[in-house]
């Protein structure tokens, strides 16, 4: 017999079944494995053939269990439960004892792989709030299947830092935080599901643990003492050529060569982002003009509608044509004030706050039009001068 929290064996359900796959024609994805000795430590385990998570807890015990049942069942009946759990074998299921209730689950023969935190080979530790930090690259990274070169975060670990890179061809973001980090500097790709997975398990209180396990493999230990949380992650490593040195060319040319700096509010960015998807378009144009920061959207059959960024402006007067879509992405990775730099309309506009850095590239058309042409002071010529 096995007794256990209820509370806590929720949790850790919670956690490993986000990468099972209900109803997968691969029988394994779709289960949990429940590994227990009479030393008291329960592991819980998924495996979905990309990415492995195991969470461990302490239980009471006199027995060793080893068994896989249906992950999504199991979940749905101890979401069911209140007080202790108690687990045991009954010939082939295994028997959910609640404080009231009975259930039995049948028992899967298959074999999950079993992670172990003795197979880590460590690069880096950071705080969950630093890793977090370093996630919010993700809503760059593409989505598209024909660029799968650019469908995962790039982590680059050097002795003190942590860089994190993505990108979808369109748009790149790049974060930096400081860490205990590698004596030689390691990148790892991750693949935008399991960087999405870590996004959704790490919390700012955990401890993280980065390493390598194997060839091609990246092992993540999350850990918070106070919480009881004790998760494991592995995952296949992308053997990519990612264009890191490429995106930090772009990003360092943006901010060398802006001839246009604006600090600007982050709410009101979004704001005025919300006004031009109002008008059912994307199409943005910004402009700095006169040390005033004005945004438009194009013109559309609803209208078109127009505003003035609160900021300031220094340099000299610039435009460009923007996806709202793609400033709303990087203004969303920031909080408070915002620096956007300004090359031309044909060049990378640039957008960063503190250790957030992102690049946008223009929307290049002929048919665009100024949406603020009365700032154009109209000519006199001398003849209607000299009749004045």
């Given at each position: 017999m096995i007794?256990?929290?209820?509370?806590?064996?929720?949790n850790a359900?919670?956690?490993?079944?986000?990468?099972?796959?209900?109803?997968?024609?691969?029988?394994?994805?779709?289960?949990?494995?429940?590994?227990?000795?009479?030393?008291?430590?329960?592991?819980?385990?998924?495996?979905?053939?990309?990415?492995a998570?195991?969470?461990t807890?302490?239980v009471?015990?006199?027995?060793?269990?080893?068994?896989?049942?249906?992950a999504?069942?199991?979940?749905a009946?101890?979401?069911?439960?209140?007080?202790?759990?108690r687990?045991?074998?009954?010939?082939?299921?295994?028997?959910?004892q609640?404080a009231?209730?009975?259930?039995?689950?049948r028992?899967?023969?298959e074999?999950?792989?079993?992670?172990?935190?003795?197979?880590?080979?460590?690069?880096?530790?950071?705080?969950?709030?630093t890793?977090?930090?370093?996630?919010?690259?993700?809503p760059?990274?593409?989505?598209?299947?024909?660029?799968?070169?650019?469908q995962?975060?790039?982590?680059?670990?050097?002795?003190?830092?942590?860089?994190?890179?993505?990108?979808?061809?369109?748009?790149?973001?790049?974060?930096?935080e400081?860490?205990?980090?590698?004596?030689?500097?390691?990148?790892?790709s991750?693949?935008?599901?399991?960087?999405?997975?870590?996004?959704?398990?790490i919390?700012d209180?955990?401890?993280?643990?980065?390493?390598?396990t194997?060839?091609?493999?990246?092992?993540?230990?999350?850990?918070?003492a106070?919480?009881s949380?004790?998760?494991?992650?592995?995952?296949?490593?992308?053997?990519?050529?990612?264009?890191?040195?490429?995106?930090?060319?772009?990003i360092?040319?943006?901010r060398?060569?802006?001839?246009?700096?604006?600090?600007?509010?982050?709410?009101s960015l979004?704001?005025?982002?919300r006004?031009?998807?109002?008008?059912?378009?994307?199409?943005?144009?910004?402009?700095?003009?006169?040390?005033?920061?004005?945004?438009?959207?194009?013109?559309?059959?609803?209208?078109?509608?127009?505003n003035?960024l609160?900021?300031?402006?220094?340099?000299?007067?610039?435009?460009?044509?923007?996806?709202?879509?793609?400033?709303k992405?990087?203004?969303?990775?920031?909080k408070?004030?915002?620096?956007?730099?300004?090359?031309?309309?044909?060049?990378?506009?640039?957008?960063?706050?503190?250790?957030?850095?992102?690049?946008?590239?223009?929307?290049i058309?002929?048919?665009?039009?100024?949406?603020?042409?009365?700032?154009?002071?109209?000519?006199?010529?001398?003849?209607d001068?000299?009749?004045?």
């Amino acid at each position: 017999m096995i007794t256990l929290l209820r509370d806590l064996f929720q949790n850790a359900l919670n956690a490993v079944t986000r990468i099972s796959v209900k109803n997968s024609p691969v029988a394994a994805f779709a289960l949990v494995q429940l590994n227990v000795t009479t030393d008291g430590i329960l592991h819980l385990s998924c495996f979905n053939g990309e990415t492995a998570v195991r969470a461990t807890l302490n239980v009471d015990c006199n027995e060793d269990l080893a068994v896989c049942v249906d992950a999504a069942t199991l979940k749905a009946v101890v979401e069911t439960l209140t007080g202790p759990i108690r687990l045991h074998v009954d010939g082939t299921a295994l028997v959910i004892q609640g404080a009231s209730t009975r259930t039995s689950l049948r028992i899967v023969e298959e074999t999950l792989p079993m992670l172990d935190g003795h197979d880590l080979h460590p690069l880096a530790t950071c705080t969950g709030g630093t890793f977090r930090s370093l996630l919010r690259v993700l809503p760059f990274a593409s989505t598209d299947e024909s660029r799968a070169i650019l469908q995962v975060v790039h982590l680059l670990l050097e002795k003190t830092k942590a860089i994190a890179l993505a990108a979808d061809g369109f748009t790149a973001g790049e974060v930096t935080e400081a860490i205990e980090g590698p004596q030689e500097p390691v990148s790892i790709s991750l693949p935008l599901s399991s960087a999405r997975l870590l996004s959704s398990l790490i919390e700012d209180r955990d401890t993280v643990r980065m390493g390598t396990t194997g060839v091609n493999r990246a092992l993540f230990q999350i850990h918070n003492a106070e919480s009881s949380k004790a998760l494991m992650l592995a995952t296949v490593t992308v053997d990519g050529n990612f264009p890191a040195t490429q995106i930090q060319t772009l990003i360092g040319d943006a901010r060398t060569n802006a001839v246009a700096t604006l600090q600007v509010q982050q709410a009101s960015l979004l704001q005025s982002i919300r006004m031009v998807n109002a008008m059912g378009t994307q199409s943005t144009f910004l402009k700095v003009s006169s040390g005033a920061i004005r945004i438009a959207s194009a013109e559309t059959e609803t209208g078109q509608a127009r505003n003035i960024l609160e900021g300031t402006a220094d340099g000299q007067d610039a435009q460009a044509w923007l996806s709202a879509l793609y400033l709303k992405r990087a203004a969303e990775a920031i909080k408070g004030e915002l620096t956007l730099r300004i090359t031309s309309h044909t060049k990378p506009l640039m957008i960063e706050a503190g250790n957030f850095s992102s690049v946008i590239m223009p929307m290049i058309s002929d048919g665009f039009k100024d949406p603020f042409p009365e700032e154009e002071a109209i000519a006199i010529s001398l003849p209607d001068m000299a009749m004045a």
